[in-house]
């Protein structure tokens, strides 16, 4: 129906215009004669002077013997035919096609062309085929069909408790009965949370290639517009198509765009989206059922949803899309190494052990980046070490070769690192160190990055002291080898890690006997939250700095006495840094012990390592690990 409405209003517009056009190019010939009375017409016809003359209703065109063109007004009475005739002129008589409404139809389209432009214009504003100037309230939900690239639950891997939640829905609408005969009720709505990239959509996009059935899409941001009620109508338009092609599927993106809690914000909130939001409400569970529609939404921000969009009824189930583990992580890059070619010594299991807390679309990025960097180098294939160097790029940046150093620089950046790596190494409960360099990544100078065995679910207290010595070890290092007068600014990032781990201990996880099992996060970093405007005394929060500058104090002083017992391996270690730039772990503790490192050219001596930076500091949603013991530039003036 919109494309015949679209041909429809190129075909008229196309008539206008060339109507136009004639009406112009008809009118030119008139224009462009000279017009002169009746009686002098005659006289020159008299006086011999006309060579020919042209009738046209009552117009009289006429050309003079000297060679220009006159048009003058035929009297109701004039006998001009007979006056031509006796006098020996040629004659010409042109047929009269247009009526008076003709007439009055061809002085109207200038009008008709411009309200034709208009329309055309706000049917393209309003996006064309939802019903163009009069379709604001028109839902923008598209039927996804999938006929070209279609996804299955085949293609989804690393979220197998989600993957079996969403199949049970498939499986419901394939056979409803099934489940009916016991009484079961199919889930008016799921809704998928978990962090940016562990695969929500494509989760949905997998749904609408096993269920079979209709499958609408739509984000939540489509729903919101400048205008008051357009939302509310867009909702109800949805709704009624889903109605129409029941059973089916409706899958709403970014739902927080729309149900963000109501009342919140400057001015109690924005009314036009609060409309939206009550019209979803309904449509989703109010006086009129919606049997075999069903709603699945997905969000990062679970935590600004309104209440009511989360109780049973509505969204019955809340699914959980996590990063994923380590089987997760292997399946992962196993989906997404199945379109590149692998090389005989590729293994995704050592990929996936050196990659905790990435989510499905960081593996999807690291391989794209493996496979590039083999084409790069001219490879057939995609080996192990185009996957390492994928992995450090991603983790830790591009490698800066450019950065010009100077031998003082390189030295301090080798000593900081390897500081960082003697005290890991020192520590039981400190991650296994992987690799160390100095060559300059991403706005670090030089970097030591540690492996955790598996998946970190938790932190205890003497581990957290432990990782918060080997982060302030970079700073000993300096003092020890520079002294205090010449420590630089590379222990910023250090410094900011480890304050941020230390306050988490004391103001989130009552590590501090002294401040208690108190959580004071929200009041003390001036955030209202769930604390209901909780507020802290001065004492209280001296307390709190004091027992974080305890923390980071005691690990300093570890990290110095380390060092100084083990000066010998430290300044190894440094030496080797300068000579050979990135080691690895089983490389570190080798040179430590003496011996020269074994350099091989795929840097793989230890059949099990993997890549993955320790995580210093654990905010309340768990991050990707982050390299410990940066050395940061030289501020720039």
Not at 115 to 135: C, D, E, L, S
Not at 421 to 429: E, I, K, R
Request: aromatic content about 6%; charged content about 25%; hydrophobic content about 40%.
């Amino acid at each position: 129906m919109g494309n015949l409405r679209n041909i429809a209003f190129w075909v008229v517009l196309f008539v206008l215009i060339l109507a136009l056009f004639n009406l112009f190019s008809g009118g030119g010939n008139t224009l462009q004669s000279r017009e002169i009375p009746y009686s002098d017409f005659v006289e020159l016809v008299e006086g011999d002077n006309v060579a020919s003359v042209t009738l046209d209703g009552e117009n009289i065109r006429f050309r003079g013997k000297d060679g220009n063109d006159y048009v003058t007004i035929r009297p109701e009475d004039a006998e001009v035919t007979n006056l031509l005739m006796e006098n020996d002129v040629a004659i010409r008589a042109e047929a009269q096609e247009q009526s008076g409404f003709q007439a009055f139809i061809l002085s109207l389209l200038p009008f008709l062309l411009l309200i034709g432009v208009w329309i055309y214009f706000m049917n393209r504003m309003q996006g064309g085929g939802k019903g163009g100037a009069m379709g604001f309230g028109k839902s923008k939900a598209k039927m996804l069909t999938e006929k070209h690239g279609r996804v299955t639950f085949d293609d989804v891997a690393g979220i197998d408790e989600a993957k079996e939640e969403l199949e049970e829905i498939v499986e419901f609408l394939r056979n409803p009965q099934k489940f009916s005969r016991l009484g079961g009720k199919i889930p008016k709505g799921a809704l998928l949370v978990g962090p940016p990239g562990t695969g929500k959509t494509l989760l949905a996009r997998a749904i609408a290639g096993e269920a079979g059935v209709p499958f609408f899409t739509i984000s939540g941001s489509d729903f919101v517009e400048m205008f008051v009620g357009v939302g509310a109508s867009r909702v109800r338009d949805m709704f009624e198509q889903a109605k129409k092609n029941a059973p089916c599927i409706v899958f709403i993106d970014e739902i927080d765009a729309v149900g963000r809690h109501r009342g919140a914000g400057y001015g109690g909130g924005n009314d036009e989206r609060e409309q939206t939001l009550n019209q979803l409400l309904v449509e989703m569970d109010g006086f009129e059922a919606n049997e075999g529609v069903i709603i699945i939404a997905a969000t990062n921000r679970k935590d600004v949803l309104d209440p009511a969009l989360l109780r049973p009824g509505r969204f019955d189930r809340q699914v959980t899309v996590p990063n994923p583990d380590i089987k997760g992580r292997e399946k992962i890059l196993g989906v997404h190494a199945r379109k590149i070619p692998l090389g005989p010594d590729a293994d995704m299991r050592i990929i996936a052990r050196g990659t905790p807390g990435f989510s499905g679309a960081d593996l999807a990025n690291l391989v794209n980046e493996a496979a590039l960097m083999a084409a790069r180098v001219g490879r057939r294939f995609v080996t192990m070490e185009d996957f390492e160097n994928a992995k450090d790029k991603v983790m830790m940046g591009a490698e800066r070769r450019s950065m010009v150093l100077t031998d003082d620089q390189k030295e301090k950046t080798a000593y900081h690192e390897a500081g960082h790596a003697v005290v890991g190494l020192s520590l039981p409960q400190c991650d296994p160190v992987y690799k160390a360099t100095i060559i300059p990544r991403g706005g670090a100078l030089g970097m030591v990055v540690s492996l955790p065995e598996i998946d970190r679910l938790n932190w205890h207290k003497s581990e957290c002291e432990e990782k918060l010595a080997m982060t302030m070890a970079g700073k000993a290092a300096e003092i020890i080898k520079y002294g205090a007068d010449n420590v630089s600014n590379g222990p910023a990032g250090d410094i900011q890690q480890a304050s941020a781990l230390a306050r988490a201990m004391v103001l989130r996880w009552g590590m501090s006997d002294k401040v208690g099992n108190i959580d004071y996060s929200e009041a003390h970093e001036g955030y209202s939250g769930n604390t209901a405007g909780l507020s802290v005394s001065a004492n209280t929060k001296e307390l709190i700095e004091d027992e974080v500058k305890r923390f980071i104090q005691e690990a300093y002083d570890t990290a110095f006495k380390i060092l100084t017992e083990k000066n010998e391996e430290w300044d190894r270690l440094a030496q080797g840094l300068l000579e050979y730039e990135t080691l690895t772990g089983e490389e570190i503790q080798r040179v430590m012990r003496g011996e020269p490192p074994t350099m091989g050219e795929d840097e793989d001596d230890t059949p099990d390592q993997g890549s993955a930076p320790s995580v210093t500091a654990i905010p309340k949603t768990k991050p990707k690990a982050k390299p410990s013991g940066d050395m940061e530039p030289e501020p720039s003036a």
